[in-house]
């Protein structure tokens, strides 16, 4: 079976009757004065507290850069943001008890050491211009040191978005091929409005550099203006005959940048999939099954649209925000994405809707005029925004409907 079939057969796997969500939250963390701690520290601390809860550490090119156990795992990002990856559950109560152990587990050390968590979709003191992203140094393994040097011919903002954005993403789960495409059309459309509700800026005027009327949505702005060929909404996903075809041809064709194989990190450049299986690099018969797995696995890493497909939708249009309101955008997703009325009632409502571009001018329309942004349907922003809690409300039950009135 050739690699392509087994990105698609990867994708298959995925469906379940589960209806589970997933969360993460990309954190900086600062001292008082907004500076990021350094990697050296950082690692150090990651090696400390993972064996004292005798977690499992992750390694990358020799360091230690984040742990699992059985309820989540902790990343490092390119310039330190410190992400939690929330194992899937389907009770929203539980995510937010896993999430509170986590802070209480870390809050203390990072205060001994004077840091603190910070949740902002953009680092304040970049934001602001009171530093410059370049400034800020990377973490010093291979992966970001060739995403940085390829970044930085593709676009203007390669910089902002790796050292000084944060997001928060919530993963979700699809029955069936029909069931994907489906969710994947509905939760695009209304991705505009998503990304101002979850917009979570240190000021209300502040733009990119350079940039004039735009003060909304700076990490979309930043993600839209990095790589063409890798971020914005997923190629082809209105098409009719969009599928887990499509899906794997996209995979299977996004540049890669570089290659992680057996723990070894290596540039790849402007190479995809396709190609490395043409030279070799990649078996189209591979037999080790965990080494297939890590490189599909890989190679769907490196797209960076708005929505990433996996064994699930990797829905990554929300800036960094704090727990109570992250709980919020969970409660709202699973509302809408596993209501079978609510997806039929936006199918229908948004059915004129049917190319990208139509949502992408929704997303401009917003950058420069924010809630109060006419988009769809003659409906600003804002109005469409309550229209979506409303929706959700009226799926959830009583204890899930509480965490609406935080987002």
Request: aromatic content about 10%.
């Amino acid at each position: 079976m050739s690699f392509f079939c087994d990105i698609y057969s990867y994708i298959k796997s995925g469906e379940t009757e589960k209806e589970n969500l997933g969360l993460e939250i990309e954190h900086f963390i600062v001292n008082e004065q907004g500076v990021q701690i350094e990697f050296d520290e950082m690692v150090e601390l990651i090696d400390k507290v993972g064996n004292e809860i005798g977690a499992e550490i992750i390694y990358v090119d020799g360091y230690p850069v984040g742990y699992i156990n059985d309820k989540y795992s902790v990343t490092l990002e390119p310039s330190c943001q410190f992400e939690i990856s929330i194992n899937p559950y389907s009770d929203i109560a539980g995510i937010a008890d896993i999430y509170q152990e986590f802070i209480n587990l870390w809050e203390p050390v990072f205060k001994e050491r004077g840091y603190h968590f910070e949740t902002k979709g953009n680092l304040p003191s970049v934001e602001k211009g009171l530093v410059s992203p370049f400034d800020i140094p990377l973490s010093p393994k291979k992966r970001y040191r060739y995403m940085n040097d390829y970044l930085s011919k593709s676009g203007k903002y390669g910089a902002y978005m790796m050292r000084a954005s944060a997001s928060t993403q919530v993963s979700i789960d699809y029955k069936s091929e029909r069931d994907l495409i489906r969710k994947m059309q509905i939760l695009q459309k209304i991705s505009p409005i998503l990304m101002i509700m979850m917009e979570n800026k240190s000021e209300e005027a502040t733009t990119l550099p350079g940039v004039k009327g735009k003060t909304h949505l700076l990490r979309t702005q930043e993600w839209d203006d990095l790589d063409p060929e890798r971020t914005g909404f997923y190629p082809y996903s209105l098409d009719e005959d969009f599928g887990y075809k499509k899906i794997s041809k996209v995979i299977y064709h996004t540049p890669l940048i570089l290659l992680t194989d057996e723990g070894k990190t290596t540039d790849v450049g402007h190479k995809n999939a396709e190609d490395l299986v043409r030279e070799n690099v990649i078996s189209d018969d591979e037999p080790d099954k965990s080494r297939e797995k890590s490189l599909i696995e890989h190679v769907m890493s490196m797209g960076f649209f708005h929505f990433r497909i996996k064994k699930y939708i990797e829905i990554r249009v929300a800036d960094s925000v704090p727990i109570k309101k992250a709980l919020g955008y969970v409660a709202l997703l699973k509302g809408i994405a596993y209501s079978e009325k609510n997806l039929s009632v936006l199918e229908n409502e948004l059915s004129g809707i049917n190319a990208l571009e139509k949502i992408q001018d929704a997303v401009l329309e917003i950058e420069e005029s924010g809630e109060n942004a006419i988009i769809y349907e003659g409906l600003s922003a804002g109005e469409w925004a309550f229209r979506l809690k409303k929706l959700a409300e009226s799926a959830l039950d009583t204890r899930e409907k509480e965490y609406l009135n935080y987002v």
